[in-house]
């Protein structure tokens, strides 16, 4: 018998593969292709006090090695998701993560206190959205804005607080100390990168919002590099993400030092790219003779 | 439900400078699909992540088999046009043309590469159907749509039929009817429900946008639409691609 299953800020997932918020809506869309039961989690889409319309289209390009995307975290707000997706949510044998975004300090506050009474497992605080207050700066850039809107958030969150962070900084290991000194229970990372695309025939940006989020198999490298170094400077959980495609791009992760993976992109090339990947880890653990997931976390040393 | 499947490929032929056949064999697929719908294609090469979106032309649910018609517009379609065995698809993907069956008489209004998905659809309208087609040049599917009803064409640079857009070829023929079905380009379908607006008839209208997921996961395709006296977005792979004209806001 092998052991895939990993703890995560107290919470018990039965193997180390959750989906990417915002890739996988909640569940709903993917049911037809993936059996939700095989999930360790499921991290849904980003959720915000109150909706959110989001940015002007074409939101979505296409790159070389992966995509860009300006959604603008369009979500239907707390209420409606607690209404609406953690009913069906509840129906499968899998941890819930709900990802929460904000505009300011108050407006993350207040979907922590919201989502606290829901029956879900773990927040992931999206920390790399814009602070308006602030001109629009991206609260997870600034070591003392990052630490500041975790230690606010703690205050009104009831369930473990994972800190998801932006990996466009210069010293990824300085936010996620701020993060944790925070209040932060674990680190999740990488968001996606900022890019851009022209059209050099209409001579202007793709997407309407001119920039967007570069996700995809090519940004994994500076992915397994941060979830390193991260895993390298502080002491809690990490779930490790960007460019995962399969089973040897995970357990990279999981070498790199991350407790769990999370697969996004991958599901729009490959909708079974969830199951493929928990098949293909425990079929390495049996080829590898690897009796526990958790032995060869960090493993490089 | 959707599925994935792979599906054999029966026939991959250009029909058309640019522009291509394909059957495919995907008994799931097929037997839940309808006018209007369409599937993603998945090329398998790394280069393109992406599945790509292409409308449904024929259902033929019977022997398990749906036809697309594409035009190689970059290194996704142009791949495709290479394949001579089988290909990844998914589907049936989006809302299709909701058809009501008591209504008399129907205008069909398809501009260039968005003629193709007017095939199935024409099969399922009941009364009778005027058909209006434009494109740059010589409109595709002609001969076919007028298996359904009269056909008026129009093409911008005149080589073939009335020389203008397919909306100023309307405004001339002033047809009759009490819904109009199209797709098109987004310039075409505004231009389109402006005359629609004017004449008071409802009008469906296909839209495009650029898509990632194709299943309405990732909030990537939006379009604009009224609601309660604001609006909202909502996704053309799975709220669309077939939209009510007097719903959508045009203007971006
Ligand atoms: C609902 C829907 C139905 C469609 N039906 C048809 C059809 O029946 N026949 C047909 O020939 N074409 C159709 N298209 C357009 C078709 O999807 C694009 O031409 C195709 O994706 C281009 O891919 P490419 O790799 O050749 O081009 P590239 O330019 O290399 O593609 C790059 C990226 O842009 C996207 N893209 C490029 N053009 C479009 C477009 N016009 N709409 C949406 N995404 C685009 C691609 O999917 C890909 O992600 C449809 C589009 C939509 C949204
Ligand atoms: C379409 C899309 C939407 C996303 N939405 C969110 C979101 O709402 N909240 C969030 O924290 N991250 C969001 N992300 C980032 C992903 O969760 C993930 O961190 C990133 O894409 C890197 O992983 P990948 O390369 O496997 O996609 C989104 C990514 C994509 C592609
Ligand atoms: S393409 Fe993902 S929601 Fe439409």
Redesign the interface.
């Known amino acids: 018998m092998i052991n895939t299953s990993v703890d995560i800020c107290g919470i018990k997932f039965k193997n180390p593969v959750t989906t990417a918020s915002?890739?996988?809506?909640s569940g709903r869309?993917?049911a037809?292709?993936v059996d939700l039961n095989r999930l360790g989690a499921i991290t849904v889409?980003g959720v915000a006090s109150r909706p959110w319309?989001?940015?002007?289209?074409?939101?979505?390009?296409?790159v070389?090695?992966?995509?860009l995307?300006s959604?603008g975290l369009?979500?239907p707000g707390a209420e409606y998701f607690i209404k609406n997706d953690i009913p069906f949510l509840k129906q499968f044998d899998t941890k819930i993560i709900v990802n929460i975004c904000g505009h300011s300090i108050e407006e993350y506050c207040e979907a922590a206190e919201m989502l606290s009474e829901a029956d879900v497992d773990l927040f992931e605080l999206n920390i790399s959205c814009p602070n308006v207050s602030q001109g629009g700066i991206t609260f997870g850039t600034e070591p003392k804005m990052a630490e500041k809107v975790v230690s606010s958030v703690k205050k009104y969150s009831k369930k473990p607080l994972i800190v998801k962070l932006t990996p466009n900084v210069t010293d990824i290991t300085e936010i996620a100390r701020a993060a944790v000194s925070g209040g932060a229970d674990g680190i999740s990372l990488i968001n996606t990168l900022l890019g851009m695309k022209i059209d050099i025939k209409k001579r202007k940006s793709v997407l309407?919002n001119k920039v967007g989020g570069f996700s995809?198999?090519a940004i994994k490298p500076v992915a397994v590099r941060m979830v390193y170094q991260v895993a390298n400077a502080v002491n809690v959980p990490i779930i490790g993400m960007g460019g995962i495609l399969n089973y040897e791009d995970a357990l990279e992760f999981i070498m790199a030092g991350a407790s769990a993976v999370a697969v996004g992109?991958a599901?729009?090339?490959?909708?079974?790219a969830t199951v493929d990947i928990i098949d293909g880890i425990e079929n390495f653990m049996l080829e590898n003779n690897i009796k526990d997931i958790n032995d060869i976390r960090g493993i490089i040393g | 439900?959707?599925?994935?499947e792979y599906a054999d490929i029966l026939e991959n032929t250009e029909i058309e400078n640019t522009i291509y056949r394909m059957t495919l064999v995907c008994p799931k697929i097929a037997k839940e699909a309808k006018a209007g719908q369409f599937v993603e294609l998945?090329t398998g090469i790394?280069?393109?992540?992406?599945?790509r979106p292409i409308s449904i032309n024929e259902i033929d649910a019977k022997n398990g088999r749906i036809t697309i018609i594409y035009q190689t517009v970059g290194k996704g379609t142009q791949y495709f046009s290479t394949l001579k065995n089988n290909l990844k698809i998914?589907g049936s993907c989006g809302n299709g043309f909701s058809i009501d069956q008591n209504i008399k008489k129907s205008i069909v209004v398809g501009g260039g590469i968005g003629i193709p998905p007017l095939v199935e659809l024409c099969k399922n309208i009941k009364g009778d159907i005027e058909i209006f087609l434009g494109a740059k040049t010589k409109p595709i599917l002609i001969e076919k749509l007028s298996e359904f009803g009269k056909v008026y064409v129009s093409s911008d640079d005149g080589s073939y039929g009335f020389k203008g857009n397919v909306v100023e070829l309307i405004e001339s023929v002033k047809p009759e009817g009490e819904i109009i079905y199209s797709c098109g380009p987004k310039i075409m379908l505004r231009e389109l429900s402006k005359w629609a607006e004017k004449n008071k008839i409802k009008a469906q209208v296909s839209l495009e946008?650029?898509?990632?997921?194709?299943?309405?996961?990732?909030?990537?395709?939006?379009?604009k639409v009224k609601k309660d006296g604001d609006?909202?977005?909502l996704k053309v792979c799975?709220d669309g691609p077939v939209f009510m004209s007097d719903e959508v806001i045009w203007d971006?």
């Open positions: 915002g890739t996988f809506g869309e993917f037809d292709f889409k319309k989001g940015n002007n289209s074409p939101r979505i390009a296409e070389y090695g992966g995509m995307n959604v369009q979500n309407a995809g198999p992109t599901n729009f090339n490959n909708p079974y | 439900m959707k599925y994935i998945y790394g280069e393109c992540l992406l599945p998914m946008e650029r898509m990632a997921c194709g299943i309405g996961a990732c909030v990537g395709c939006a379009v609006w909202q977005n799975k971006d």
